[in-house]
């Protein structure tokens, strides 16, 4: 039994796969057909949505012992060795030209759109050029594709302001603009959501959580009163629920708030200098609109509703589904053993990233290095005894 480690495509769901071998395969590339954000229920047609309620995060407990470190005496070439670094610095490096190309060229490569396939393809042909004895691109379900449109959003109260936001990914649109109030929902159970909040949100972009604490890094260095207030509102946002029905109400609390008929989710970007942050996936595909706002419009959407006069905003968003699942694709390349080529050796990365850039630091860099790695080792005439698959 061989392992399969490729460069893989899927931020979402990175592939480990196990193979007696390379099997090109021969299904066409299909990132399915667009459809409009339908109207409510948002969940896109031909797209099922795993209903909650959903697992708790489990956090592994730290290991008691590490395991002891194997002793491998490792042959060395040292003409080969040499012959790699000269490859790998200066002139001979194809490391700028590729990433720039992967980046500036393709640019962003969200799993299940065409520009990932794009990318499959290119670096594919690259694996060819670079002299692999083989490549091919392995096929597997990724689920519905999601395609983020335009977006906007003003506030509108207690003052008038354009805002910085976008949507969180495989969430739907908003049918129009979606005007309304950003309320804080903190209950902790059902019986509590009931009593406090039922009934009144129809139409409200919620927050289900306080602001993360940031650290202003152009501000002064905090001290230990600040560094305890710190330490425990992480520890507020991060508690684990405390029974039965905190668990049940947390992990069925979106559905909850769809059923009340909000105008969507408020998140907290909880980063620096109005750096925005992204997630998302077909396997939960948002019952509602989500947006993320940068760290200090979050706690002013929290300072505002504290004080009992909540910002109303106007967000509208244009994002689009596939019809249907769709198809994705890890490219794949080997260099064979000359003497066990049923042992394999891996080295991969994600080829996938998020839209909001061009995908270069997550994960272009990783990409390339697999990539160099390839022409390093068959440019320099290095002989592995072992396959190395890539």
């Known amino acids: ?60 407990p730290p290991a008691t012992q590490s395991p002891p470190q194997l002793s491998i005496a490792v042959a060395r070439d040292s003409t080969v060795i040499a012959s790699m670094i000269r490859e790998g610095i200066g002139a001979s490096s194809h490391v700028a030209v590729d990433l720039q190309h992967l980046t500036d060229v393709i640019g962003p490569r969200l799993t299940g759109s065409a520009e990932l396939k794009r990318a499959n393809d290119w670096t594919q042909g690259k694996f060819r050029d670079y002299g692999m004895d083989s490549t091919w691109q392995e096929a597997w379900g990724f689920g519905c594709a999601w395609t983020r449109g335009p977006m906007s959003i003003r506030m509108i109260a207690p003052q008038s ?11 739907p649109g908003t049918d129009g603009v979606a005007r309304g109030p950003v309320v804080l929902v903190d209950a902790k159970n059902r019986d509590e959501f009931a009593q406090r909040f039922a009934g009144k949100l129809r139409g409200a972009w919620v927050m289900t959580s306080p602001a993360f604490p940031i650290i202003n890094p152009d501000g002064p260095k905090p001290n230990a009163v600040d560094s305890v207030a710190r330490l425990k509102t992480i520890q507020a946002l991060f508690a684990q629920p405390q029974n039965d029905a905190e668990r049940d109400f947390r992990q069925r609390r979106t559905d909850l708030l769809a059923a009340e008929g909000i105008a969507g989710l408020v998140l907290d970007a909880s980063k620096e200098e109005a750096l925005l942050n992204m ?62 080529p049923d042992e394999v050796v891996l080295l991969g990365a994600h080829l996938d990233s998020w839209d909001l850039g061009t995908g270069t630091t997550d994960n272009g860099t990783g990409s390339i290095a697999v990539l160099e790695a390839a022409r390093i080792l068959k440019a320099s005439g290095a002989r592995p005894r072992r396959t190395i698959r890539f």
Request: net charge positive; hydrophobic share 45%; aromatic share 6%.
């Open 1 to 60: 039994m061989k392992l399969t480690l490729i460069v893989a495509a899927g931020a979402c769901a990175v592939v480990a796969a196990c193979a007696r071998g390379p099997a090109p395969n021969d299904a066409p590339a299909s990132v399915g057909a667009s459809v409009s954000s339908p109207a409510r229920p948002r969940t896109p047609p031909g797209c099922s949505r795993i209903p909650g309620p959903y697992p708790a995060m489990q956090f592994a």
């Open 161 to 171: 302001r354009w805002l910085i936001g976008e949507s969180w990914a495989w969430a």
């Open 279 to 340: 997630s998302g996936s077909p396997r939960a595909v948002s019952p509602v609109p989500q947006i993320v706002v940068p760290h200090e419009t979050f706690t002013q959407f929290q300072r505002l509703a504290a004080a009992g006069q909540p910002a109303i905003v106007e967000v509208s968003i244009s994002n689009e589904f596939s019809a249907a699942p769709v198809t994705a694709y890890n490219t794949v390349a080997e260099l064979r053993g000359t003497e066990r």
